[in-house]
């Protein structure tokens, strides 16, 4: 992992002035590209956030537009990853363009929920990605979605891109996961 | 009905086309991963499919994915806590996965719960059959390229959703039956609200009408394709709309007694003669109106009385086994229930679910077709991946 | 009836004009909310004064995360001169929504009307351990509980106890 | 500007597609060579049109399109050929394509 | 009109037309692809970003400026990152010959539509690079499936314009609108004559192809995202994809504005004039409504059907649109022969 | 004049390294790719030879239809990314020698015959004087051309239909 | 003369100007993009599974012929053109020469029409 090039951006030189890094913040806080990513019933309630009018997620500048994961800056993990499924979770969040973020809808993608002793689940997303926003409910209802969706956003407005930036590859279990 | 021409030209490509493939190096096919995470999925199946040019000479749909080991977690839960458990199994039609574990588990018990949940059951069972259809009937638009119909199907959804709420307190997951009966009667002013959400979806229903079947393109990309003949569909254990759009008239609603109030409307099993993923549209389509006309009838007659039988407070199942099946939104559902006597839970939960025997067929009708094929059959069959991994 | 070609294709056009031109049925979340259904399992508040550390919810939990914790102690008698009765004090009680599956099991087995729903569903956490409540912040969702709705006619049967009436019994 | 210019520079590409003729293997590269010769080509019916006043330059001209036309069925032919090429031997490479040996 | 010095004149133009290309797309982007699209669905779409939304095409491309851009490992680097400059170029070029005024324009070439349509046709070139060199199979698959496509309707596309060639004797755009402003339908000259009247065919031909031609529904298996995920795009990230993305709206745009020109008069309305400074002002005005009405139908259909498989579209092209501009063509020289 | 000069030394200069590329490169794709560069140039040399019709034609049809044909020719046989060992046959320095030699030749008959001929450019070529000297002059040609096409085209489909 | 030339300068300039904006572009990006290699990030998308085979595979042939035919016909339509300027100078003689030329390469796409090239099953 240590193959990281020379610092070439000006981010990540840590020289960017106010303005500007609001301004970027601030686009990215608005212009989140959801990769449609739905793995099980809370798929379809983020289907339902994104897809009912009701709700309609594009108001936030939220865009489920993407097919790929090259495109996409946000992932909504939405229900039940399996262990035979998590590593092209993993593989496929790590496809994403940086800077990226992800956000675990409901107690399966938080910690395995009722499928905490099953032999298949893998009980919780956070051992192989790292999450952002965590969406408590099974499901959670689409305002949920969208409540996580604000927080999200007002964490976006908030941070520091060079930490972003930089933000060191995920560690679990103290090695480095490939 | 005999294997049509269609799918008689369509074979034989696809045997000529892996001929070539084997035995002439210069044709080097093209394997593609169809998934696991590929938006013609809705969810996470991987179909390895090997293409000759655009056409497919080989398809194999790869599950598990999304297996979660139901049948092994059912024994370590107790009755009350599969109930909620199983929702989870088909999570479109939620209520309907319920209902023939809990008729299993009363049948074991040798209860019958008062007429009025009954009839609440099949009004719920019927709302589940509208939301899982309902999205379909979206859904399949998009997978064809039409990108409105799906936010008309969720628009028209969440009224279906809202009732549910009301009623049981989870949109999706209700777990609102209980051993004997429901967990409580519905609150005031529910039975008004739900006519008016039916006239909706009958107006839902008129719109996907206008918007999609009546297109001429949507037409052109369905009449034809995927044609299931009843003989295959029946060998390979296709059940619900799958194998009425293929012209067999077997429906567990009618067919099969059960406790559930569908002999108290008066509705009808749709048909369709063609078997083609147009037919399998169309039956569906019908279906969610039939859906209406049940649950208005029901409304009217809705029987009053408590929702629960006499139960004891702590449920002890005799030793026994217990078959019960239905019609569920994506074909027939079966829990095979047995019980040792204990006192916790079941023993071993058998779960017949109705996708995993509706993709199998999925070899059989690839093979030969065009990639953009492909997608409207899979979209046509329609699954949820919750139902064949379980 | 006769097909004219392309029919199907106009008639199609007609359905989003007349969809563009109706108002958008869109809720604005942020600014306007519309309030769930009370039966709605949002969140699950805890009365504490009602609970007796019975343990019941957390052994019907079917995911096993509500943690209970309580002990003994000595309470004045209730009428003057009794004997000092004991009493089970609730040191913990936290619910981790991280695990919860909304199953409602818990509030339905409370022998002692202690477990609420609440409809509230805004609680999302950057940080995962924040989505373990604890008994204080449990006890704040008692504020958002509503009272049951009356029930459909033709239903038999009690309504469930409200928030009112379980905390006038606690008294 | 010289007529020169135009017509060296045609020579040149003349000569760069001779040579691509006579050193590709792959037939898709000899076609692409052979394209090069037909432009240089051109450029000399236009640039000597043009020399010769303006109603030979649209001769000159006149004469470009059919061979861009020619050409265009040339290629349309010859790649077909290609393709038939590879389809029976899994190859297109010329030195391994003798027709006339059978 | 000032007597510009060509250095400053150019400089002018250049700046007015990188402004209005990328302006003019994000408009669209917001115009449809937000707003109406949301609106067709019952929805509201983007709100949060400035008033109602209003920022948010513009919000996107900051946010793409941010992402990183990923060439994949196996890709042909040199290739990959070239091939959105390649179609984004040939986007730019189109505009070369747009007329958005008597005096408004880049260069009025005297080949301009065959000029337009010749430097249109390139993107193809684009889209085959991008999905040889992503080294990924949905990406082959769909340039493959583009470029078929793209050159499929290309024909109608360039046959559709014939005949206005023909009742208009000139290639120019310029000389095109000034044909119509000119022009009278059995005598009658008040409003010109707008080509759609005559060439009726021909623009339903030109709409159709130019549908096809952006890869919109009902033909847009190219980018078919149940298929084939995002087709040629698939591997491109960050501004590289925003530059297909853009390229497809102003493509979108500068189609519109052709069919415009070429069928609805340009920038030409009736009372206005055809030269002089008012006809100059109102020019861009007047060809902003037209072209905004055409990407409407666009869209609209965009929004409302399914897609045609690949192969219907072929047959569709070749079997009904060719013939039919074929005959077309004939039809308006007779005509013209006649009369 | 010397703008037009500028405009050809860059061209010329541009046309004769992708040709050089075109014929050396040890990718299929690439090759095509450098062909675009060469195919362009010709249409610039074409505007300094003021026939701008003839340009857009080279555009139109040589790199949007031909090339494309090209490409797809090369994708139909396989186009592996990077580069492939084998395009060349053994005869490179021979094709060099005859290739030098002919350049050697022709140019020096071209200086000899038109040493220091100036180009006089008038007028421009229009696109309808070619029109009308297609259907004047070469009305004939012009019909063979399209039983040309209609022969190339009845081949390549007798060709592509194997079965 | 040198107007018809600076016209095509004018093109030129576009261009150049296009690829400017575009590569400027690309170069603010640069400055304040992120880089972050990742070691399954550059592998070929493939829906989340390794890569199957190569990226290749031998297309259709009828691409092939689809696009044999769009060159025939866009070589038809190049001619086209200029005889569409000035159809009203060369009147009859010229029309009836076009649409004799038109129906030879029409009989040609209704020969690949019959011989079922345009069909693709
Ligand atoms: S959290 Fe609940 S609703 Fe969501 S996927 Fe898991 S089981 Fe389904
Ligand atoms: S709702 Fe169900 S899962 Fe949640 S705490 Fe209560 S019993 Fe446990
Ligand atoms: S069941 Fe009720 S009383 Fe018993 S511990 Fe739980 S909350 Fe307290």
Redesign the interface.
Known sequence: ?A???AP?????SGK?PKPLSW??N???K??LWVY??????C???M??AF??????V????V?PL??????A?LVVVSG?V?D??AP?????W??M???KYVISMG?CA????????????TK?I?QIIP???????????P??L???I??LQQ?IQHEDMAD????E?LVVGGGPI? | MTITQHQQQAYIAGQAAEARLRFELETEGMTLNIGPQHPATHGTLRIVVRLDGEQVVWADPVCGYMHRGYEKLCEVRKYQQVTTLINRIDWLGHFANEVPFILAVEQLYDVEAPPRAQWIRTIFFEMARMANLGLFLGDMGVQLGAITPVFFAFRDREHVLNLMEAATGGRFHPNYDRVGGLKEDLPKGWVDECKEVMKRQREFCDEMEELLVGNEIFQTRTRGIGVIPQQIGLDYGLSGANIRASGVDWDLRRDRPTPLAWKEADWKVWTHPDGDSFARYWVRLQEVRESTKIVDQLLEGLPSGPVMAKMPARLRVPKGEAWVNTENPLGEMGYYVVSDGGPSGPFRCKIRSASFNNISIVPWLLRGVYVPDVITILASLYFILGDIDR | MPEIPGQGLVKGLGVTLRTMMRPAVTVQYPHDKEAPPTRARGVIALLEENCTVCMLCARECPDWCIYIEGHNDKAPPRREGGKPRTINILDRFDIDYGLCMYCGICVDVCPFDALFWSPEYEYSEINIADLLHDKRRLGEWMDTVPEPPPLEAGAQGKLRKGPAEARAKSR | MYLMQFLVLAAFLFCVGVYGVLVRKNAVLVLMSIELILNSVNINLVALGVYRGYDQAIVGQVFSLFVIAVAAAEVGIGLAIVLLIYRNRASIDLSEVDLMKG | MLALSYPVETAIKMGAVLAVIPVGALILVYVFLFKMMSHMQSRLGPMEAGFHGTLQPVVEGVKFLQKEDLIPNGADRRIFALAPLVVIIATFLIYAVIPAGPDLVISNLDVGVFYALAVGSLSVLGVLMAGWASANKYSLLGSLRAAGQLIAYELPLVLAVVGVVIQAGTMSLSGIVEAQAEGEIFGFGGIGNPYILTQFIGFALFVVSSQAELTQAPFDMPIAESELVAGYMTEYSGFRFLFFFIGEFATAFALSAIAATLFLGGWYFPGLGTDGALANLAGPIVLMGKIMLMAFFIFWMRFTYPRLREDQLQTFAWKWLIPISLVNIAVTGVLKVAF | MSGANVAFGVLAAVMAVSAIRVVTTKNVVHAALYLVLVLAGVAGIFILLAAEFLAIVQILVYIGAIVVLFLFGIMLTRAPIGRAPDLDNDQRAIGAVVAMFLFGVLGWILYDGFGDTQLQLRDVGRSGDVGASIFSTFVVPFEVISVLLLAALVGAVVIARRD | MSDFLRSYLTVAILGGAAFLLVGGLLGLGRLIRPRRPQPQKYIPYESGVDPVGTGWSQSQIRYYVFALLFVLFDVEAVFIFPWAVRLEELALFGLVEMIVFIVILALGLVYAWRKGVLRWV
């Open positions: 992992m193959q990281r090039g070439v951006g000006l981010v990540e960017v301004l970027l601030y686009s990215r608005y212009s449609q990513w739905g793995l099980a019933c798929a379809i309630e289907g339902a897809g009912s009018p009701r709700y309609d594009m108001r936030l500048g865009i993407p097919a790929s994961a090259r495109q800056d039940t399996t035979k499924m092209p979770i993993r593989r496929l790590e496809q363009p940086d800077p107690s938080n910690c395995g929920g009722p499928y905490w002793d099953s032999y298949s689940v919780g956070d999450v952002d926003v965590y969406v408590p409910g099974c499901p959670p209802r305002e949920a969208l409540e996580g604000v927080l964490r972003r930036w930089r933000g590859p490939s």
